[in-house]
């Protein structure tokens, strides 16, 4: 079994904190696995097993703690000495009210250190944090990244196939049980059903799955573009679809909710300023677009746009689209203190490409690094401007 470690790493500092400690990312990313981990460290470091409590609310026999007075009294039930309990509520949003239970047992407990897991975004917005009361710390998890596909495959990393493989059928870690096309699209299609049907049409209520599908299908292909809800209800009556703005708002949340899709918002570089129009989306999953691209072959220049972009977010950056006096500039990258400006683009086929994305930068008079990431094995740097090759920097190169 894959250790996450990139996820480890960041949580293990908080094993005994009375901090909630909340998971979050798209369902059978891998969450449930890691959760799994922290137990065994915990067991490895000499926790007893009666003082660890797990609970998959997936699981049909975890079905009646649903309801929220329950799962109360079944886990106060089993604190019985004041040794330090450790209490993984896996997938939480299937119980209504369960902040409810979180901040009784904080507010009645003292040996207790809470882990809980959610594939919903309302884990990660400022909801959380008014019925939490800030008393959490919250860590996103993503499918894969190529580094953790090929340590769990084995497969050669600079291998051309390798990588089109992973761009092409994304980083959820069970499909890759699957060799064979059909099977890869059967598991990534039952993934995308379950997100639809229980994120989706059972919590938010929106029935519609042919309108989510459409809206993906046009999502997926016009990733990395601006996005315009007046093109996306064109789109849509050419399909023979009626729908207002307000409407197609509501749906577009509702994926964003259920982290099928990401919204990154442009950073306007010289008024320092996060702008909330002309915003782009991103998949979480290039897999989950791949069944429902339309077109049957992503547009690849896209697509590895889109796998730069899920790479910096696993490496906790925030990331802004870079908007500028002469034009746009892909990623903004910031961590902590650092900012760095990043183009990507599939090939430098020639002088025009390459003066096309080095002088993208021209515009930006700071001195934060400036990067240009390709599958060239040819180093293209020049003027500060530091080329970086695309697999070298997802096996972990640093920017």
């Not at 086929?349 to 002088?359: G, L, M, N, T, Y």
């Amino acid at each position: 079994m894959l250790k996450r470690e990139l996820y480890l790493s960041r949580i293990r500092g908080f094993y005994d904190s009375n901090l909630v400690k909340i998971l979050v990312g798209i369902r059978r990313c891998g969450k449930s696995v890691i959760l799994n981990q922290i137990m065994d460290e915990l067991k490895e470091r000499g926790v007893e097993s009666n003082h660890v409590l797990y609970i998959n609310f997936e699981f049909i026999e975890y079905e009646e703690l649903q309801d929220y007075r329950k799962l109360n009294s079944y886990i106060k039930e089993r604190i019985v000495d004041e040794k330090m309990y450790y209490i993984f509520l896996d997938e939480i949003q299937n119980v209504d009210g369960f902040e409810k239970v979180i901040n009784s047992l904080r507010a009645s407990i003292e040996n207790i250190s809470i882990f809980i897991t959610g594939s919903n975004s309302k884990l990660l917005s400022d909801e959380i944090s008014t019925v939490l009361s800030g008393r959490y710390v919250s860590f996103q998890i993503f499918p894969l990244n190529y580094r953790e596909f090929i340590e769990l495959t084995g497969k050669e990393p600079k291998q051309g196939d390798t990588f089109w493989d992973y761009v092409k059928w994304g980083g959820l870690p069970n499909r890759m049980q699957f060799t064979e096309e059909n099977n890869i699209k059967d598991y990534l299609h039952s993934v995308f059903d379950s997100i639809i049907l229980r994120d989706v049409v059972g919590r938010l209520g929106l029935k519609d799955t042919l309108l989510f599908n459409l809206i993906l299908q046009y999502i997926i292909d016009t990733t990395g573009r601006e996005f315009s809800a007046q093109n996306i209800i064109s789109f849509l009556r050419q399909e023979g679809r009626k729908m207002s703005t307000g409407t197609l708002y509501t749906y577009l949340e509702a994926l964003q909710k259920a982290l099928i899709i990401k919204k990154v918002y442009r950073y306007d570089i010289h008024g320092r300023a996060t702008l909330k129009t002309l915003n782009k989306y991103y998949m979480t999953d290039l897999g989950i677009a791949q069944i429902k691209n339309h077109n049957f072959e992503i547009n690849k220049t896209f697509a590895i746009e889109n796998v730069v972009y899920n790479e910096l977010l696993t490496r906790g950056y925030d990331v802004y689209i870079g908007k500028t006096s002469k034009g746009e500039i892909d990623f903004v990258a910031r961590k902590d203190e650092k900012v760095s400006y990043i183009q990507v683009a599939y090939l430098l086929a020639d002088e025009k490409v390459i003066e096309r994305e080095f002088s993208a930068f021209d515009a930006v008079k700071d001195h934060y690094p400036k990067y240009v990431i390709t599958l060239d094995k040819m180093d293209f740097s020049r003027n500060g401007i530091v080329h970086i090759n695309m697999i070298d920097f997802l096996l972990g190169k640093d920017l």
